[in-house]
């Protein structure tokens, strides 16, 4: 039948017939990965290396294909992934190859960005009915043949319908996650993801249709808040849940964006907005369900990432004083009373306790939900503060090792799971 | 002795006829029992005759029929000038010659050189004394130090390649069954002697013989004496003394190797006319199974050009078990699984299964395999029974399951025999799926929706050129990785042919420039497809389709 | 003479009765249109709060800080505050309208002006509201932006784009309602120019430490930032 809907398949197809007929060549797959990328011709052939030879030795028989959503990189990223070759499979200790090796790679339609990638991966997977499919990140210095089975397995073979990873990371490292995105979702949701804004991340054909049908909108399409909004969407429709250690993440390049001014603008934006969005699935919750996890878990020591306390105690007083009245309005009486206290320059030294920090972040995602100030600008005024709490929290921490500091993430995930009616009672505030 | 009645040489001399031949390979005692003894014969053969003609077939391969102890089926030889009474007579297998000749059938026998059977009188006179005429027609030894490189070849049963004759008090050597004694090829006498066999079937018509074994025929210290230069100087006498006599007649050498090691059995052109191309066969079967063109593609590429007048012979199943001896580890665990449900259903280091249970009885499948069969470069041997989708019976020890009774009638001995079924030298497959009242002869002689008048649809159809037989082959590399397409040309003629080795639909584009303003006819049926412009070809295959296209400038 | 006066008396009696039975309902009618124009004023008004309400206008406003800027001069709410001044500019012009009535030849022409104004008073209006928005929005904005860039003196920044931008609204809004429009702008371009210059000679002379500190943090310490600050992700 001819109607308005023809128009919006061919003009609004995410796939170019170049790309529609490789997959069309593809033909059914078991399992997709898909390495979204952007100028990362220099790191992405490794990646596609250790893809492959996941791919070869954990899963021979299964029909496999590796796809590149390329954001339009100028440097030849996309020229690096065709042109990588295996090399010798008995030297790489990868079996000889059953099938043909699939691996395709595309522009995708729309401007750079992880979730325009993403739908462009998720809808490939959807064409190739994967059953099941993994986003790995172009610039993966530490990633090996075996992320491909730990991530893939539990989905392929144990039916979960999204796999996080559990990295094993610097100290100090990824603070933002530790403080604010984990605790603070695993107290909305009751489920302990541990790394819910991973860059790589395993799901089901099953969650791809359901992503797919939801749509991704221009918001989710920010570089960080994508594993966010997998994540809650993935709760929200009630699919299994699993993750999978997969060792250290050393990645060859920080974000372009990966100041901390930006980052937490998207990311806690991304989140704050999420919660919003998904309101019904957690006011009523309470408590916390631990994640199934899978793979072999092993140290390894990493140099603690460097933390200039000093000057983050100076900006974060600075930040208290200058914008008093804009925390003001965010802030509840109480928490900004002793935010403000605390950030006395006449203090000696600068405790931020878990309750303060937990109380003020309900606060900012409250009133970022009542709107009482213009949303982007309540999440910059959210940085001065969390850059005390980094500096408490690893002034305090300075000697503590990995048991320790993840005792102290335990802790401070029970203190928000414990003032998770203070949050509801600030979120249903009147304006 | 009888010279050749005028018929049995009544075949006109055309020295390639191999290159052409469609070959049905059976066993004399499974195709039909004339005299009511349970046990085929020649003189049964020679009433289905006309069946293996009308089927399509040129040639006839049989199993070994000579005199034998039967500890080896048959290949174990008793006597080399003679046929095993259980069969017929001598005359029997001369008339069958002169009725197969006179239906344009050549026949190919088995000659198994290597060794003979210790009941043979060679060995029994050989054995007599270390003193006998005979005793240097094999290989005899003080000790069992001797050529320790030569690895054993059926380790259930054999600790060492030599065995001690208590009679003669000295070792013997044999590269098989302690009970089949190799024959000293190192001793013209016993040259002579193999020649004078050969001629003596020759001379009365046989057209060719399947070389059992060859690579094991000369020994040599230090060396793992197999492929060695001393063999093949063998095989090149006979050869020689082939051509001198008997111009039109052809060697098929058995060599289970990779096509590389077969091609110096191939020599010149001087020494083997054809070789079985072992590699090929389980690799078709692991394409269709992983729908992906790559095993079939990637064998074919390591397959080296052989001389212009040999030829590959080439087939899905034969009377021993699906070989996995020429894959890699990876792939034969991977056929082990995809294909043995049952661990009875492994063998040595193969499956003994037939082609339609292989393929789960799947029409559209077996179809396929056969469309590959007939069009990939080589003589194609169907093994009886095939063309009608004949089951096995894996509980029946060692081969025996894909030897059973030809299935001719739905009646209790499968309209093989006049005997009671309990006399069958093997009882015929009685399952629900392929037992003789599912799969016959007779009904599928009365559809012509059959497997059996499909089978000789396509055989007509590849008949109709020699392209497939003669012709070169060059793979199409469509994206499409579940179609596997080539081209087949001979002169001016060419024929694209298009498999869909998957169990879905698939759309491929074809590049197929190069043949741009041709109009491809389909060859089964005769339909006329578009006119091949500039643009990629684009076809839809269905699920485990096929075409052959011929390709003309009208 | 009694008669005559007694006459004059009447005629003059009569004469006034002539005027005021003539005015009267002129007086009458001007009541009647004032009452209609806040009976009509009244309905704009209660129209206008639903209609505000209804497109979130308040929430609009508060993300951009006109609420706090209002509550903290005790004013009402932001669509409150525009649905009185709808009515009172509304009710006012009925009123004017009202004098009109009376037919006085004098308000006669003032009052066709004033007609021509009100357009003006209200576009005058609408850009003083959106450069108070704008203003305290883009203040606010690099408040933070300043204060998360760790520049010197972040207030003074801000203060700087608000005087900035309402100096530029109220411009614009007089030049709207047509007042002395070379003064105006004449005032305008002095307030400007004083504003920047005081912006220059304030770095140039005054904070050329702090201009020198501001310098070097973007050169000097850029590297060494870099790689001691934290890594959130």
């Given at each position: 039948m001819a109607g308005p809907n023809d128009n919006t398949i061919t003009d609004e197809s995410l796939f170019s017939d170049e790309f529609l007929r490789q997959l069309i060549a593809v033909g059914e797959v078991d399992l997709l990965v898909g390495i979204p990328s952007l100028n990362n011709a220099n790191t992405i052939g490794h990646v596609v290396q250790a893809v492959h030879l996941g791919f070869a030795k954990y899963f021979p028989r299964d029909r496999t294909v590796l796809l590149n959503a390329d954001g339009g990189s100028k440097d030849g990223t996309e020229e690096a992934v065709t042109s990588v070759s295996l090399g010798d499979p008995h030297r790489m200790l990868a079996p000889q190859l059953l099938r043909t090796m699939h691996r395709v790679t595309t522009r995708y339609r729309g401007a750079a960005g992880r979730g325009n990638a993403l739908r462009t991966i998720l809808a490939a997977a959807e064409l190739l009915r994967a059953k099941a499919c993994a986003i790995i990140s172009p610039d993966l210095l530490s990633i090996r043949p075996e992320w491909i089975d730990n991530l893939l397995r539990p989905v392929y073979k144990e039916q979960y319908d999204l796999v996080t990873p559990l990295y094993r990371r610097q100290k100090f490292d990824g603070l933002l996650i530790s403080n604010l995105v984990y605790p603070l979702m695993r107290a909305a949701y009751g489920l302990r993801v541990r790394e819910p804004l991973a860059g790589d991340f395993a799901f089901s054909g099953k969650l791809a249709s359901y992503l797919l049908e939801r749509g991704i909108s221009p918001e989710d399409a920010s570089p960080y808040g994508v594993g966010i909004w997998v994540v809650t969407k993935a709760i929200r429709g009630g699919l299994r849940l699993g993750q999978s250690f997969l060792g250290p993440r050393i990645r060859a390049s920080k974000d372009s964006t990966q100041d901390v001014v930006s980052m937490i603008r998207g990311v806690v934006g991304d989140l704050f907005r999420c919660l919003e969005a998904e309101e019904s699935l957690w006011l009523d919750a309470s408590g916390s369900q631990p994640v199934a996890s899978f793979g072999f878990s092993y140290d390894v020591i990493l140099e603690p990432v460097r933390v200039n306390r000093k000057r983050l105690i100076q900006m974060f007083r600075n930040g208290v004083t200058e914008l008093q009245d804009i925390l003001k309005t965010i802030l509840g009486e109480e928490t900004f009373g002793s935010v403000r206290e605390m950030a006395d320059p006449s203090r000696e030294r600068l405790h931020f306790p878990d309750e303060l920090w937990v109380k003020t972040v309900y606060d900012f995602a409250s009133a970022f939900h009542r709107s009482v100030l213009n949303r982007e600008h309540m999440m910059q005024a959210l940085i001065p503060i969390f850059r005390g709490r980094v500096a408490s929290f690893t002034l305090e921490r300075h000697s503590a090792d990995d048991n320790e500091l993840e005792a102290a993430i335990e802790d401070l995930c029970l203190a928000y799971e414990r003032l998770k009616p203070y949050w509801i009672e600030r979120w249903n505030l009147s304006r | 002795m009888e010279k050749p009645t005028p018929e049995?040489?009544?075949?006109?001399?055309?020295?390639?006829?191999?290159?052409?031949?469609?070959?049905?390979?059976?066993?004399?005692?499974?195709?039909?029992?004339?005299?009511?003894?349970?046990?085929?014969?020649?003189?049964?053969?020679?009433?289905?005759?006309?069946?293996?003609?009308?089927?399509?077939?040129?040639?006839?391969?049989?199993?070994?029929?000579?005199?034998?102890?039967?500890?080896?089926?048959?290949?174990?030889?008793?006597?080399?000038?003679?046929?095993?009474?259980?069969?017929?007579?001598?005359?029997?297998?001369?008339?069958?010659?002169?009725?197969?000749?006179?239906?344009?059938?050549?026949?190919?026998?088995?000659?198994?050189?290597?060794?003979?059977?210790?009941?043979?009188?060679?060995?029994?006179?050989?054995?007599?004394?270390?003193?006998?005429?005979?005793?240097?027609?094999?290989?005899?030894?003080?000790?069992?130090?001797?050529?320790?490189?030569?690895?054993?070849?059926?380790?259930?049963?054999?600790?060492?390649?030599?065995?001690?004759?208590?009679?003669?008090?000295?070792?013997?050597?044999?590269?098989?069954?302690?009970?089949?004694?190799?024959?000293?090829?190192?001793?013209?006498?016993?040259?002579?002697?193999?020649?004078?066999?050969?001629?003596?079937?020759?001379?009365?018509?046989?057209?060719?013989?399947?070389?059992?074994?060859?690579?094991?025929?000369?020994?040599?210290?230090?060396?793992?004496?197999?492929?060695?230069?001393?063999?093949?100087?063998?095989?090149?006498?006979?050869?020689?003394?082939?051509?001198?006599?008997?111009?039109?007649?052809?060697?098929?050498?058995?060599?289970?190797?990779?096509?590389?090691?077969?091609?110096?059995?191939?020599?010149?052109?001087?020494?083997?006319?054809?070789?079985?191309?072992?590699?090929?066969?389980?690799?078709?079967?692991?394409?269709?199974?992983?729908?992906?063109?790559?095993?079939?593609?990637?064998?074919?590429?390591?397959?080296?050009?052989?001389?212009?007048?040999?030829?590959?012979?080439?087939?899905?199943?034969?009377?021993?078990?699906?070989?996995?001896?020429?894959?890699?580890?990876?792939?034969?665990?991977?056929?082990?699984?995809?294909?043995?449900?049952?661990?009875?259903?492994?063998?040595?280091?193969?499956?003994?299964?037939?082609?339609?249970?292989?393929?789960?009885?799947?029409?559209?499948?077996?179809?396929?395999?056969?469309?590959?069969?007939?069009?990939?470069?080589?003589?194609?041997?169907?093994?009886?029974?095939?063309?009608?989708?004949?089951?096995?019976?894996?509980?029946?020890?060692?081969?025996?399951?894909?030897?059973?009774?030809?299935?001719?009638?739905?009646?209790?001995?499968?309209?093989?025999?006049?005997?009671?079924?309990?006399?069958?030298?093997?009882?015929?497959?009685?399952?629900?799926?392929?037992?003789?009242?599912?799969?016959?002869?007779?009904?599928?002689?009365?559809?012509?929706?059959?497997?059996?008048?499909?089978?000789?649809?396509?055989?007509?159809?590849?008949?109709?050129?020699?392209?497939?037989?003669?012709?070169?082959?060059?793979?199409?590399?469509?994206?499409?990785?579940?179609?596997?397409?080539?081209?087949?040309?001979?002169?001016?003629?060419?024929?694209?042919?298009?498999?869909?080795?998957?169990?879905?639909?698939?759309?491929?584009?074809?590049?197929?420039?190069?043949?741009?303003?041709?109009?491809?006819?389909?060859?089964?049926?005769?339909?006329?497809?578009?006119?091949?412009?500039?643009?990629?070809?684009?076809?839809?295959?269905?699920?485990?389709?096929?075409?052959?296209?011929?390709?003309?400038?009208? | 003479m009694t008669e005559l006066i007694m006459h004059r008396l009447t005629g003059t009696l009569e004469n006034l009765l002539g005027v005021a039975a003539d005015f009267l309902p002129k007086v009458l009618a001007m009541l009647i249109v004032v009452a209609l124009g806040w009976v009509i004023a009244l309905a704009v008004k209660a129209a206008l709060k639903r209609i505000l309400t209804m497109l979130k206008f308040d929430a609009f406003s508060a993300d951009s800080g006109v609420s706090q800027t209002l509550r903290k001069t005790g004013l009402p709410s932001p669509s409150e505050l525009l649905a009185r001044i709808a009515f009172w500019v509304i009710w006012v012009c009925f009123m004017v309208l009202g004098l009109g009535v009376l037919g006085i030849v004098e308000f006669q022409q003032e009052i066709a002006s004033f007609f021509q104004f009100v357009p003006h008073i209200f576009i005058a209006l609408l850009i003083l509201f959106i450069g108070i928005l704008a203003a305290n929005f883009f203040s606010r904005a690099a408040l933070l932006a300043a204060v998360n860039a760790d520049l010197p003196t972040p207030r003074l920044l801000s203060g700087s784009v608000r005087l900035l931008i309402l100096i530029l609204t109220v411009t614009m809004a007089l030049e709207q309602i047509g007042l002395a429009r070379n003064t105006v702008l004449l005032a305008f371009s002095i307030t400007f120019g004083a504003v920047m210059l005081g912006l220059a000679i304030a770095f140039g002379l005054g904070g050329q430490h702090a201009a020198r500190r501001l310098l070097e943090k973007y050169t000097v310490e850029r590297e060494r930032e870099k790689e001691e600050d934290i890594s959130p992700l």
């Open positions: - | 049995t040489a009544a075949l006109p001399v055309e020295p390639l006829w191999y290159k052409d031949a469609i070959i049905y390979q059976l066993h004399v005692r499974s195709f039909y029992d004339s005299n009511a003894d349970g046990v085929g014969d020649f003189r049964g053969l020679v009433q289905k005759l006309d069946y293996i003609q009308e089927l399509g077939a040129t040639a006839l391969w049989l199993l070994p029929f000579y005199p034998s102890p039967l500890r080896d089926d048959g290949y174990d030889i008793a006597d080399y000038t003679n046929v095993n009474p259980a069969y017929g007579t001598l005359d029997d297998f001369k008339t069958f010659l002169t009725e197969a000749h006179r239906r344009k059938l050549r026949v190919i026998t088995e000659l198994v050189l290597n060794h003979t059977s210790d009941q043979h009188s060679w060995f029994r006179e050989a054995r007599r004394s270390q003193n006998d005429p005979r005793r240097h027609w094999y290989v005899w030894s003080d000790t069992d130090e001797e050529y320790r490189d030569a690895r054993i070849i059926f380790t259930d049963t054999e600790m060492s390649n030599w065995a001690w004759d208590p009679v003669s008090k000295q070792y013997y050597w044999h590269r098989f069954f302690s009970h089949q004694p190799d024959l000293n090829y190192d001793n013209s006498e016993v040259r002579e002697a193999v020649w004078e066999v050969m001629k003596f079937w020759l001379e009365m018509g046989v057209d060719g013989f399947r070389l059992d074994a060859v690579p094991y025929l000369v020994e040599r210290e230090g060396t793992n004496c197999e492929n060695l230069p001393e063999t093949h100087a063998v095989l090149q006498f006979l050869r020689q003394r082939l051509d001198e006599h008997y111009p039109d007649r052809m060697f098929l050498a058995e060599a289970n190797q990779w096509p590389s090691d077969v091609l110096a059995y191939f020599s010149n052109g001087d020494e083997c006319h054809m070789a079985f191309h072992f590699p090929l066969m389980p690799r078709i079967f692991m394409a269709v199974k992983l729908e992906d063109r790559k095993p079939i593609v990637e064998i074919q590429e390591h397959t080296p050009a052989i001389p212009d007048a040999c030829q590959w012979a080439i087939f899905l199943r034969n009377h021993d078990e699906l070989t996995l001896e020429m894959v890699t580890d990876e792939e034969r665990d991977y056929m082990y699984d995809a294909y043995t449900t049952d661990p009875a259903m492994r063998l040595n280091v193969g499956i003994r299964r037939r082609l339609a249970p292989l393929l789960d009885g799947d029409r559209k499948r077996i179809e396929l395999m056969n469309g590959l069969l007939m069009s990939l470069p080589g003589t194609p041997i169907i093994y009886y029974g095939d063309e009608i989708g004949m089951g096995d019976n894996i509980f029946l020890g060692d081969r025996n399951g894909v030897r059973t009774p030809m299935q001719w009638t739905g009646g209790w001995t499968a309209g093989f025999s006049r005997s009671d079924p309990e006399r069958l030298y093997s009882p015929p497959v009685s399952n629900e799926l392929y037992n003789p009242k599912i799969v016959n002869v007779d009904s599928q002689s009365r559809s012509e929706h059959s497997l059996l008048a499909w089978t000789k649809r396509l055989i007509r159809t590849r008949k109709l050129s020699r392209v497939f037989s003669r012709g070169k082959m060059e793979f199409l590399s469509p994206a499409n990785h579940r179609v596997l397409a080539y081209v087949r040309t001979l002169g001016n003629e060419t024929v694209l042919v298009v498999n869909n080795l998957a169990s879905c639909a698939q759309a491929v584009e074809l590049d197929l420039r190069r043949f741009k303003g041709a109009i491809p006819t389909e060859m089964s049926g005769g339909s006329v497809f578009p006119r091949i412009g500039e643009l990629p070809y684009l076809l839809t295959v269905g699920s485990y389709q096929f075409y052959w296209f011929r390709l003309r400038r009208l | -």
